[in-house]
């Protein structure tokens, strides 16, 4: 079976730009999930959706920050404009439901260094 | 916060010994997972505990869960090589989800 897929791998690109990140759930999973994980602060969730609705946006740093999820299959993650604060390791998650009860699958994150 | 804490760090260990990590949380929760991380990967979901249980248990892997200490213990038997990797703790309570600032464990061959 074919995990959570994210694209790219990793991004370095200057301050200022819009970075993009990228994912595909697990087919079938109804909640995805967005994180962030940096040394200093750890794992920490940064919004997610039930049934493609956000329902929680409450982690996302600040209005640089925008995640969709157009479909059931694909969501993005956008930061504009990008600041060297904003490097770390971003990662999705999906599951088969957003109660909490199920577990959370992660893709193998997105490495972004904002120069 | 309600974000776990897991306690030790680190540990460092010689293979075919057990490794015991634990995990603090500050309120009341729904259930408590456990996930590893391998350096450069993802993570990896190991086993999921409610709770209205004490104990749980998965091949190598066992969980005990503490609500009147809101704490909870990973206890890995005969460690390998392989279970090198950091390990989190992760609390649900309705909408929000915390992960713990991980236990590092090393087992050395």
């Known amino acids: 079976d074919a995990g959570v897929i994210q694209s790219p791998r990793h991004e370095v690109t200057e301050m200022g730009q819009e970075v993009t990140l990228r994912c595909k759930p697990i087919?079938?999973?109804?909640?995805l999930f967005w994180y962030r994980q940096t040394m200093m602060r750890g794992l920490e969730l940064l919004i997610y959706?039930?049934?493609?609705?956000?329902?929680?946006d409450s982690g996302m740093p600040e209005d640089r920050f925008s995640a969709k999820m157009p479909n059931a299959s694909f969501s993005t993650l956008k930061i504009q404009p990008s600041e060297p604060r904003d490097s770390a390791v971003y990662f999705c998650?999906?599951?088969?439901?957003?109660?909490?009860?199920?577990?959370?699958?992660f893709g193998d994150g997105t490495r972004l260094s904002i120069l | 916060s309600q974000q776990g804490e897991e306690d030790p760090q680190a540990l460092s260990i010689q293979e075919g010994e057990n490794a015991t990590m634990n995990c603090s949380y500050k309120?009341?929760?729904?259930?408590l997972q456990w996930y590893r991380q391998n350096s450069g990967r993802g993570l990896v979901h190991l086993i999921l505990?409610?709770?209205?249980?004490r104990e749980k248990h998965s091949g190598r892997l066992r969980v005990t869960l503490d609500t009147s200490k809101k704490s909870s213990s990973l206890l890995i038997t005969a460690s390998r090589a392989a279970d090198t990797a950091s390990y989190f703790c992760?609390?649900?309570?309705?909408?929000?989800?915390?992960f713990g600032t991980g236990t590092s464990l090393t087992v050395i061959p």
């Open positions: 998650a999906s599951s088969l439901s957003g109660t909490g009860n199920q577990p959370q699958h």
């Open positions: 087919s079938g999973h109804n909640s």
């Open positions: 959706f039930n049934n493609n609705v956000p329902i929680d």
């Open positions: 309120t009341s929760i729904n259930n």
């Open positions: 505990i409610r709770s209205n249980e």
């Open positions: 992760a609390t649900n309570t309705g909408n929000q989800f915390y």
